[in-house]
């Protein structure tokens, strides 16, 4: 595990992607938005977002395996969800909170494999916990237990497949691409964490 | 009144609040607090009743479709208990659903709106760093991230349109302008650390604007999740 | 050696596997302007790292007797403990802020290096006014020009006292005005003794500097105040930093009458959206080109030139349609707005100042490949035969398995080039092809776009080097005042 401080270079890299996701994340949001007007009428309106609720945890998978630092996919959904709140974001302080514990839904799975390993199996491990961690918390935040257990259920599951899309592949093989264009030896002097 | 608030204190209050606002299951509790909420907004010096108005609109929606919801896919035992709790649910408990499902969330995003649009970044960072112990580096990493966000996103538009010129047409949630951008981001990252850093910045330095805490501060924090308790209980 | 200025002695850098200069020893006195060239990709800015500490913190291998300045040694402190001697002014100035202002900036600085809070508002203002700035203190850096910019970063490195000054690429971008004043800045601050080290691919600029330092392919450092002009004119020739003026015969190729481009009455303006948030806007107008009427002639290689920040990239963007302009613009004889976009980017190609961002490839091949298939320019299942020979034919072969992204400047803008014209497009734009280039590499570069007209493009360049556009333009365009001028 890499044990080294965060530097200047490393906060930087995930502020910057926080605000390039956060113009992606607004696209999520308009999408989502749509969305759930078109479902409201049929009483589905609140799974609107949730086929887009991958895009949220990209930040931080991105950055974990770019930094491969302990605590950076927190810090990165953090930052990120300052950032949102001071473009404007509506739900204000509590995204943070949320934040936090999407951040700890990526970043778990890298721990216990103590930052070294990034595999496909890693990531879509990751996509798994997160949809879980959320789960429980979107949960306690808008009282499930007042819904249908289906509608719930779909829920659960288009969050699943959404978040393995985009946090399990896409994020991975974003990533996997900069690997192979070289640039990440900008990061990794010396290539110690290959 | 409330772009006074030390935003420290702003934020622990509004995010105690918040989670006090997750346990609670009255609607009257969430209007009375969504109308708090607006009138910390209307007061407030930073956001216009135009801005207000835009922000809004998206909130209502996303409200009404938690209604419909709540209204028409409700849970059978969560019923029965509020049916019980709440004698004075006479009429239509399905649609009481509805209404505490919606109002909740209008809450939670007049809360939320409350803290956004009357905050701000600097002095929130500047905050952050003086009283919450965020590291230094992270906050100003913050602070210019921020402040390039216009660049970014017009970086954003040349890659689309780098693509589109090489006859690649660019979907939604198409990741090629995403990759170029994130090469970006990695190469920006060196330079401006390097640019920083070379103008001698560290955790030793002075601040010129410091944020102070007051009493008034102190109030809000403690006093703003007291009232919501104090709410819940004036309607259980 | 001077006791009070810079001392280097002995200094080898690695990186990447490759030695980048071996052995290096050199002095600058307090007071004196040293320049420093040589071929593009050589090691100029990363031994300017290697002054200001970014290297070996942040990789590469870097062996030294000694890095003295004023006496004291340099060689283990930190980037941020050698910013109390050494202040870098970076080519990309943009970059280098990280506040919203001016004012903000200054104040930063301020704060790193520990001034009193109240102190702090007359020394800006000071400071300011010394430079003529004053008026830009409250602007967002969003708004200002290039030049605005450059002149920005000097004042903030001015602001706390340093000994020694690193100018990387100072003028790219900037045109002969405003780096006219920016020169000025540089006078005084000698003047102030300051020790300064400048890197720059125009040497024109630099005759009054006393000493020339030039590094050369093998890593060795030359101080040419040592020769005399004619072995100093040999020396810097050999590694292509200095190029005999090309005499390119101007030739109007085969003289053809068909018109490719045609401006009628063109309005610009640009409508600038502040954001506020991504929710809140301010709109602004702002106007840039003013009934611009032009036409360009079949195989013609026409320059685009003008002060910077006048709107020059912007008109590229109109004739592209991706930005919004009044009057007609159309491309053998065709209104752009009335084609297809697909249609519309097979006739007009455009390279941009940054090449990099039109890459998205992790091989060379494998871009060239892209840009075949996106054109259909060869059959099914030939497409990377014919790609492989299109870089073999333009001296890729040890590049077709790297990384685009790791390629240098002047590769990368060949390479953009060549994926622009698979598409046998009518006209190419090209902004600032010579940007950050030596000589040798701005000369095959532009003979590259000759060779192509000759062959039936058109091509528009922009650029701010007035010696090269006078060299290899067949008409010249001036961008003042918000008209375009016909110069020749
Ligand atoms: N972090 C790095 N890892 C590997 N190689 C590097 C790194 N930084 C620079 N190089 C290589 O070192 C060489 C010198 O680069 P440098 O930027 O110092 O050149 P330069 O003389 O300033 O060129 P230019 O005139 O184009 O600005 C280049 O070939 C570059 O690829
Ligand atoms: N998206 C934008 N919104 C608002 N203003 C802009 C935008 N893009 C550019 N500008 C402004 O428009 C003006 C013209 O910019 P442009 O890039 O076209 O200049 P240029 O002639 O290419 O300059 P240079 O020689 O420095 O490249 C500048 O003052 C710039 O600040
Ligand atoms: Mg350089
Ligand atoms: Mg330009």
Redesign the pocket.
């Given at each position: 595990m890499n044990r080294e401080k965060l530097t200047l270079r490393d906060y930087l890299l995930m502020a910057l992607i926080s605000v390039v996701f956060g113009v992606f994340y607004l696209l999520a949001v308009y999408a989502g938005t749509a969305l759930s007007t078109l479902l409201t009428p049929f009483g589905l309106g609140v799974l609107g977002y949730e086929p887009f609720y991958g895009v949220w945890f990209m930040a931080a998978i991105i950055t974990t395996y770019l930094i491969r630092k302990p605590v950076v996919g927190i810090i990165t959904e953090v930052i990120a969800a300052l950032i949102e709140v001071m473009l404007g974001n509506m739900f204000g302080v509590i995204v943070m909170l949320s934040a936090f514990i999407q951040g700890l839904g990526v970043e778990l799975p890298f721990a216990f494999t103590k930052y070294e390993k990034y595999s496909y199996k890693v990531t879509m491990t990751a996509a798994v916990s997160a949809t879980v961690v959320t789960f429980l918390w979107t949960g306690f935040r808008s009282n499930y237990l007042a819904m249908d257990w289906r509608i719930v259920a779909a829920i659960f599951v288009i969050r699943l497949l959404s978040s393995l899309f985009f946090t399990g592949y896409l994020s991975k093989r974003i990533c996997d691409k900069l690997d192979e264009a070289g640039i990440l030896t900008y990061l990794n002097p010396g290539g110690a964490n290959e | 009144m409330i772009d006074a608030i030390n935003p420290t204190a702003k934020t622990i209050g509004l995010l105690v609040g918040s989670i006090l606002l997750g346990v609670t299951f009255q609607w009257q509790t969430n209007v009375l607090l969504a109308l708090i909420g607006f009138l910390f907004l209307l007061t407030s010096n930073r956001t216009s009743l135009n801005q207000l108005a835009r922000f809004l609109l998206p909130i209502l929606l996303i409200s009404a479709s938690y209604f419909f919801t709540g209204w028409l896919f409700h849970s059978e035992e969560n019923l029965l208990s509020m049916a019980v709790d709440t004698m004075t649910a006479a009429e239509n408990p399905a649609l009481l659903n509805g209404v505490t499902l919606s109002t909740r969330l209008l809450a939670f995003a007049m809360l939320g709106l409350s803290f956004s649009l009357t905050t701000d970044s600097n002095e929130l960072v500047y905050s952050f760093i003086q009283q919450a112990k965020m590291p230094m580096k992270m906050g100003y990493a913050i602070l210019t991230a921020l402040n390039l966000t216009s660049l970014i996103s017009q970086e954003y538009k040349k890659s689309k349109l780098a693509l589109q010129v090489r006859n690649l047409p660019v979907r939604p949630f198409d990741t090629k302008p995403l990759f170029t951008m994130m090469v970006r981001m990695v190469r920006w990252s060196d330079r401006l650390s390097l640019a920083m850093e070379s103008k001698g910045f560290s955790e030793q330095r002075t601040m010129k604007q410091q944020m102070k805490v007051r009493p008034q501060d102190i109030v809000f924090m403690i006093g703003f999740p007291l009232a919501i308790v104090g709410l819940n209980l004036l309607f259980s | 050696m001077s006791d009070r200025g810079l001392s280097v002695s002995g200094l080898t850098f690695q990186i990447g596997g490759r030695t980048l200069f071996e052995e290096i020893d050199f002095d600058i006195a307090p007071g004196e302007m040293v320049l420093l060239c040589g071929q593009s990709g050589n090691g100029k800015s990363s031994l300017a790292n290697v002054l200001n500490g970014y290297f070996p913190e942040n990789g590469g291998n870097v062996q030294v007797r000694h890095i003295k300045l004023g006496g004291k040694e340099l060689q283990h402190l930190s980037v941020q403990e050698r910013s109390w001697y050494v202040r870098t002014i970076f080519q990309h100035a943009r970059l280098s802020f990280s506040m919203k202002t001016l004012r903000e900036e200054m104040v930063f600085c301020l704060e790193n290096a520990q001034v009193a809070p109240d102190e702090m508002d007359a020394q800006i203002e000071e400071k300011a006014r010394h430079f003529q700035l004053t008026y830009l203190l409250d602007r967002p850096f969003d708004e200002l020009s290039g030049g605005e910019l450059q002149r920005a970063a000097f004042v903030c490195a001015d602001l706390v006292d340093a000994p020694l000054y690193i100018l990387d690429e100072p003028f790219a971008n900037l045109d002969e005005e405003t780096s006219r004043i920016y020169m000025d800045y540089i006078k005084k601050l000698l003047q102030r003794g300051k020790a300064m080290v400048v890197i720059d691919h125009r040497l024109d600029r630099w005759e009054w500097a006393e000493r020339w330092l030039l590094l050369d392919k093998q890593g060795c450092l030359h101080d040419l105040s040592l020769f005399s002009p004619e072995k100093k004119k040999e020396l810097l020739q050999a590694e292509g930093v200095l190029v005999e003026t090309p005499s390119v015969e101007r030739r109007r190729n085969n003289e053809s009458q068909e018109t490719v481009l045609e401006l009628e009455g063109v309005h610009i303006a640009h409508t600038d959206v502040k954001k506020r948030s991504f929710f809140r806007k301010k709109r602004e107008t702002m106007p840039l080109l003013d009934d611009v009427s032009f036409s360009l002639k079949k195989g013609t290689l026409a320059a685009l030139i003008g002060p910077s920040g006048k709107g020059?990239?912007t008109l590229f963007k109109s004739i592209l349609n991706a930005m919004p302009y009044q009057g007609t613009i159309r491309i053998g004889g065709e209104d752009i707005r009335n084609l297809k976009p697909a249609d519309l980017y097979s006739k007009v190609g455009i390279v941009f100042?940054d090449p990099s961002l039109q890459f998205v490839q992790t091989k060379v091949l494998d871009e060239m490949v892209l840009s075949v298939r996106a054109w259909k320019s060869a059959e099914e299942g030939r497409e990377e035969a014919a790609a492989r020979e299109l870089l073999l034919e333009h001296q890729f072969e040890e590049q077709l398995t790297k990384s685009p992204w790791l390629l240098s400047q002047g590769q990368q803008r060949r390479l953009a080039v060549l994926c622009m014209t698979v598409g046998k497009q009518r006209l190419l734009l090209v902004?600032?092809p010579t940007y950050g280039q030596d000589a040798q590499n701005a000369k095959n570069i532009m003979a590259k776009l000759k060779e192509l007209c000759q062959a039936g493009i058109t091509c528009l360049f922009?650029s701010h080097d007035e010696g090269l556009v006078e060299a290899y333009a067949d008409e010249i365009y001036q961008l003042k005042d918000r008209k375009v001028r016909k110069q020749r």
């Amino acid at each position: 595990m890499n044990r080294e401080k965060l530097t200047l270079r490393d906060y930087l890299l995930m502020a910057l992607i926080s605000v390039v996701f956060g113009v992606f994340y607004l696209l999520a949001v308009y999408a989502g938005t749509a969305l759930s007007t078109l479902l409201t009428p049929f009483g589905l309106g609140v799974l609107g977002y949730e086929p887009f609720y991958g895009v949220w945890f990209m930040a931080a998978i991105i950055t974990t395996y770019l930094i491969r630092k302990p605590v950076v996919g927190i810090i990165t959904e953090v930052i990120a969800a300052l950032i949102e709140v001071m473009l404007g974001n509506m739900f204000g302080v509590i995204v943070m909170l949320s934040a936090f514990i999407q951040g700890l839904g990526v970043e778990l799975p890298f721990a216990f494999t103590k930052y070294e390993k990034y595999s496909y199996k890693v990531t879509m491990t990751a996509a798994v916990s997160a949809t879980v961690v959320t789960f429980l918390w979107t949960g306690f935040r808008s009282n499930y237990l007042a819904m249908d257990w289906r509608i719930v259920a779909a829920i659960f599951v288009i969050r699943l497949l959404s978040s393995l899309f985009f946090t399990g592949y896409l994020s991975k093989r974003i990533c996997d691409k900069l690997d192979e264009a070289g640039i990440l030896t900008y990061l990794n002097p010396g290539g110690a964490n290959e | 009144m409330i772009d006074a608030i030390n935003p420290t204190a702003k934020t622990i209050g509004l995010l105690v609040g918040s989670i006090l606002l997750g346990v609670t299951f009255q609607w009257q509790t969430n209007v009375l607090l969504a109308l708090i909420g607006f009138l910390f907004l209307l007061t407030s010096n930073r956001t216009s009743l135009n801005q207000l108005a835009r922000f809004l609109l998206p909130i209502l929606l996303i409200s009404a479709s938690y209604f419909f919801t709540g209204w028409l896919f409700h849970s059978e035992e969560n019923l029965l208990s509020m049916a019980v709790d709440t004698m004075t649910a006479a009429e239509n408990p399905a649609l009481l659903n509805g209404v505490t499902l919606s109002t909740r969330l209008l809450a939670f995003a007049m809360l939320g709106l409350s803290f956004s649009l009357t905050t701000d970044s600097n002095e929130l960072v500047y905050s952050f760093i003086q009283q919450a112990k965020m590291p230094m580096k992270m906050g100003y990493a913050i602070l210019t991230a921020l402040n390039l966000t216009s660049l970014i996103s017009q970086e954003y538009k040349k890659s689309k349109l780098a693509l589109q010129v090489r006859n690649l047409p660019v979907r939604p949630f198409d990741t090629k302008p995403l990759f170029t951008m994130m090469v970006r981001m990695v190469r920006w990252s060196d330079r401006l650390s390097l640019a920083m850093e070379s103008k001698g910045f560290s955790e030793q330095r002075t601040m010129k604007q410091q944020m102070k805490v007051r009493p008034q501060d102190i109030v809000f924090m403690i006093g703003f999740p007291l009232a919501i308790v104090g709410l819940n209980l004036l309607f259980s | 050696m001077s006791d009070r200025g810079l001392s280097v002695s002995g200094l080898t850098f690695q990186i990447g596997g490759r030695t980048l200069f071996e052995e290096i020893d050199f002095d600058i006195a307090p007071g004196e302007m040293v320049l420093l060239c040589g071929q593009s990709g050589n090691g100029k800015s990363s031994l300017a790292n290697v002054l200001n500490g970014y290297f070996p913190e942040n990789g590469g291998n870097v062996q030294v007797r000694h890095i003295k300045l004023g006496g004291k040694e340099l060689q283990h402190l930190s980037v941020q403990e050698r910013s109390w001697y050494v202040r870098t002014i970076f080519q990309h100035a943009r970059l280098s802020f990280s506040m919203k202002t001016l004012r903000e900036e200054m104040v930063f600085c301020l704060e790193n290096a520990q001034v009193a809070p109240d102190e702090m508002d007359a020394q800006i203002e000071e400071k300011a006014r010394h430079f003529q700035l004053t008026y830009l203190l409250d602007r967002p850096f969003d708004e200002l020009s290039g030049g605005e910019l450059q002149r920005a970063a000097f004042v903030c490195a001015d602001l706390v006292d340093a000994p020694l000054y690193i100018l990387d690429e100072p003028f790219a971008n900037l045109d002969e005005e405003t780096s006219r004043i920016y020169m000025d800045y540089i006078k005084k601050l000698l003047q102030r003794g300051k020790a300064m080290v400048v890197i720059d691919h125009r040497l024109d600029r630099w005759e009054w500097a006393e000493r020339w330092l030039l590094l050369d392919k093998q890593g060795c450092l030359h101080d040419l105040s040592l020769f005399s002009p004619e072995k100093k004119k040999e020396l810097l020739q050999a590694e292509g930093v200095l190029v005999e003026t090309p005499s390119v015969e101007r030739r109007r190729n085969n003289e053809s009458q068909e018109t490719v481009l045609e401006l009628e009455g063109v309005h610009i303006a640009h409508t600038d959206v502040k954001k506020r948030s991504f929710f809140r806007k301010k709109r602004e107008t702002m106007p840039l080109l003013d009934d611009v009427s032009f036409s360009l002639k079949k195989g013609t290689l026409a320059a685009l030139i003008g002060p910077s920040g006048k709107g020059k990239t912007t008109l590229f963007k109109s004739i592209l349609n991706a930005m919004p302009y009044q009057g007609t613009i159309r491309i053998g004889g065709e209104d752009i707005r009335n084609l297809k976009p697909a249609d519309l980017y097979s006739k007009v190609g455009i390279v941009f100042q940054d090449p990099s961002l039109q890459f998205v490839q992790t091989k060379v091949l494998d871009e060239m490949v892209l840009s075949v298939r996106a054109w259909k320019s060869a059959e099914e299942g030939r497409e990377e035969a014919a790609a492989r020979e299109l870089l073999l034919e333009h001296q890729f072969e040890e590049q077709l398995t790297k990384s685009p992204w790791l390629l240098s400047q002047g590769q990368q803008r060949r390479l953009a080039v060549l994926c622009m014209t698979v598409g046998k497009q009518r006209l190419l734009l090209v902004d600032e092809p010579t940007y950050g280039q030596d000589a040798q590499n701005a000369k095959n570069i532009m003979a590259k776009l000759k060779e192509l007209c000759q062959a039936g493009i058109t091509c528009l360049f922009t650029s701010h080097d007035e010696g090269l556009v006078e060299a290899y333009a067949d008409e010249i365009y001036q961008l003042k005042d918000r008209k375009v001028r016909k110069q020749r």
